[in-house]
């Protein structure tokens, strides 16, 4: 165990600690920040929610000096909400020392970015197009950096943002310490690592399984049709605090949220699709509960540090183990509980093996709810909830009333009405889904992303490396610019 107090930092940075409530390092921060601190590469490798945005942050922030006027850290994130909850952690850490830090990002007003940029902040948080955008229009300049951060850097590679990365990094001093960090490493990686970064140090927090086990794992096996009742059954009997639903594809995401409203669910859908300030009105309502369902596709499956997400669903099995792990990941974070169901159609078992495979982990089977124990999760909700009453609330306006009607009627008739009326019955209104193909299994399948909008970045098409899930991992078939063969079905999430 690893106190921050024993890692020797300023005393700024320990005010900011401090006031972030944190005490012990996690494993992740105790084996990097006195690396990062001596000015090493890093290349750090642990379990989602495991804290590795401050084991970035902390080396980072040590090394920034408030007299320069330079930007003198950037730190660049493959979304843009991604960019934006970083640069909130970065600006707590920085709050001992009154750092500046800035998020820069796509669909969001340039000229206000402009603004912010001329207040000489010290550190800049961004999305890889937008930083170049910055670049190009001489806004932003990196000649005076001296730290880069390359969060989720696997995904960055995944989505065509490697030319990019090179571009933006092309303009910052080769004297730098660059860090890399993400909680899976596909063998492409290290391709970064060699392009971009000086004998990096690799740490890798030792753990049996990639995922944290401290989220419960579960997959249901049922025809497409079945998906949604599914769901909606999970959802009564399960009743999460907060709930993350991933389908495949935009189109997906829109329908799914429209039916699971029309059921009753409070629910919304996020995609690359909506304006950015849509997106993140609806992350704002689901981190303050304003929502209690978030439908989403892979744009909200890395990074996102929503607490309270008790529950993450797969509607449909995610197309590489790895994002598997990170969707899964948005629940059992900093050592809370979770839990994670993924529904799997017949022909999709080889998928749910080559997850198996890479997390080390098998997920335990789960048989489809009953109507009936839908119900039931949804009656013992209702219980729990006149219970806490019972115990916590003032009732005294409501005795005189209930003490007449104990006059009039059956006790447990009464209860029984009280407990039907607060109780959402399973409800069969028709929804309406279109029926997404299964994952493609091999290689040689070339889909067009079912015509939901889903497309390449810069329109670059899956000319080489296409993802294989039967291949063995280490294989090395996914490569830089071309991107990898699924990326056609991987939406565009920021400029
Ligand atoms: N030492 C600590 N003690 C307690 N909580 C911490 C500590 N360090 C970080 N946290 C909290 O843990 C949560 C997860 O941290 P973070 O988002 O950095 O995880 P991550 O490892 O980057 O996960 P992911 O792989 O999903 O990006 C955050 O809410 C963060 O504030
Ligand atoms: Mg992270």
């Avoid at 890889?128 to 932003?140: C, E, F, M, V």
């Avoid at 009333?401 to 209104?429: F, G, I, R």
Wanted: net charge positive; aromatic share 4%; no cysteine.
């Amino acid at each position: 165990m690893t106190l921050f107090s024993e890692l020797g930092l300023d005393r700024t940075t320990m005010k900011s600690i401090e006031k972030m409530g944190f005490e012990e390092a996690t494993p992740i921060q105790a084996q990097t920040i006195p690396l990062g601190l001596e000015g090493k590469d890093l290349i750090g490798q642990a379990q989602t929610g495991t804290g590795k945005t401050v084991a970035f942050g902390i080396p980072l922030m040590e090394k920034i000096d408030l007299k320069n006027e330079n930007v003198q850290g950037i730190i660049i994130a493959p979304t843009r909400e991604l960019a934006i909850q970083v640069s909130e952690e970065l600006f707590k850490l920085g709050y001992g020392k009154r750092a500046r830090v800035l998020a820069v990002y796509g669909g969001q007003d340039i000229d206000r970015q402009i603004r912010a940029l001329k207040k000489k902040p010290h550190i800049i948080v961004g999305t890889p197009g937008r930083l170049l955008d910055h670049i190009k229009r001489k806004t932003l300049r990196l000649n005076g950096v001296s730290t880069v951060i390359l969060d989720e850097a696997d995904e960055m590679l995944n989505m065509g943002f490697i030319e990019d990365i090179e571009s933006i990094l092309s303009e910052v001093p080769e004297e730098r310490q660059t860090l890399l960090f993400s909680a899976t490493m596909p063998e492409p990686i290290r391709k970064i690592a060699e392009r971009f970064m000086k004998e990096p140090t690799i740490v890798r927090v030792k753990a049996k399984e990639m995922t944290v086990a401290n989220i419960d794992q579960y997959y249901i096996e049922l025809r497409e049709g079945e998906k949604f009742e599914a769901l909606a059954r999970l959802l009564d009997i399960q009743t999460p605090e907060l709930a993350i639903v991933f389908g495949r594809t935009k189109r997906r995401v829109d329908e799914l949220s429209t039916a699971l409203n029309v059921r009753g669910y409070m629910a919304e859908g996020i995609h690359g699709d909506l304006s950015q300030a849509k997106r993140l009105s609806v992350l704002k309502k689901f981190k303050e509960g304003a929502i209690d369902v978030l439908v989403a596709t892979d744009v909200a499956a890395r990074g996102l540090d929503i607490s309270g997400v008790t529950h993450v669903y797969n509607f449909d099995i995610p197309q590489d183990p790895e994002s598997y792990v990170h969707r899964i990941g948005r629940t059992g974070r900093a050592g809370k509980h979770g839990v994670a169901i993924t529904f799997v159609n017949p022909r999709e078992r080889g998928q749910l093996q080559a997850v198996e495979r890479t997390t080390k982990k098998q997920m335990e089977r789960m048989k489809t709810p009953t109507l009936t124990e839908a119900l039931e999760g949804q009656q013992k909700a209702v219980t729990e909830k006149i219970l806490g009453s019972v115990e916590n609330e003032d009732l005294s306006l409501y005795i005189s009333q209930a003490e007449e009607l104990l006059q009039k009627h059956d006790a447990a008739e009464l209860v029984a009405a009280a407990l039907k009326q607060l109780t959402k019955e399973p409800d069969s209104t028709p929804v309406k889904l279109t029926e997404e193909a299964p994952m493609p299994m091999r290689r040689d399948r070339n889909r067009s992303g079912s015509g939901s909008g889903n497309r390449s970045r810069n329109g670059r098409g899956p000319s080489s490396g296409r993802k294989d899930y039967g291949n063995k991992r280490g294989n090395n078939n996914r490569k830089f610019g071309g991107s990898r063969g699924s990326s056609q079905r991987r939406e565009t999430m920021n400029k």
